[in-house]
């Protein structure tokens, strides 16, 4: 299906920047970064107005880019330099207004192909550059890269700093 009305919302986002033919239907359950998450069950954001969620040991109230990139790396992913798809590695992308707030996550599937929940109110959809939802009218500008290996895995350095803690009695 179509969204001539996110193509209208994005400056960037033209008829053939996505997949009209895997357009999910609009959800109120889940928002973008609870999608960029994994999640569809719960809407995710640092505040503590009700109907969100955020994880507990986080700052509730702080929409900073490192209260993101924190809340991720509990997810275990880590930050990277850039958004190029990367064999056994998925990747999130985290949009920043001109203010330096967050303001949307996409996820990298397989395909090198980003996917995207466009608001509470709005559709998930398939872009094909993290461009197409960036500008005055988007998003700001995905300006953080986060990566975790697919096979669920913790990173080699990851593992061995968890055996020194281990062996250190931390």
Request: proline fraction near 5%; include cysteine.
């Amino acid at each position: 299906m179509r969204c001539e009305h996110l193509e209208k919302l994005f400056e960037n986002l033209g008829e053939q920047d996505y997949d009209h033919n895997d357009v999910s239907p609009q959800d109120l359950n889940y928002n973008c970064i609870a999608w960029a998450a994994g999640e569809k069950h719960r809407r995710w954001w640092p505040t503590k107005l009700g109907g969100y969620w955020w994880p507990p040991q986080l700052p509730p109230d702080e929409e900073t880019q490192q209260n993101f990139i924190s809340a991720f790396e509990l997810l275990g992913y880590r930050v990277c330099k850039h958004s190029k798809l990367e064999s056994g590695l998925e990747k999130v992308a985290i949009y920043i207004d001109s203010q330096g707030v967050p303001t949307h996550m996409a996820r990298q599937i397989e395909s090198g192909v980003w996917w995207s929940k466009c608001g509470v109110r709005g559709e998930d959809i398939k872009h094909k550059t993290l461009a197409a939802l960036e500008g005055t009218n988007g998003y700001g500008k995905a300006v953080v890269f986060l990566k975790r290996r697919r096979d669920g895995n913790p990173f080699l350095t990851d593992r061995i700093l968890s055996i020194l803690k281990k062996l250190l009695g931390r």
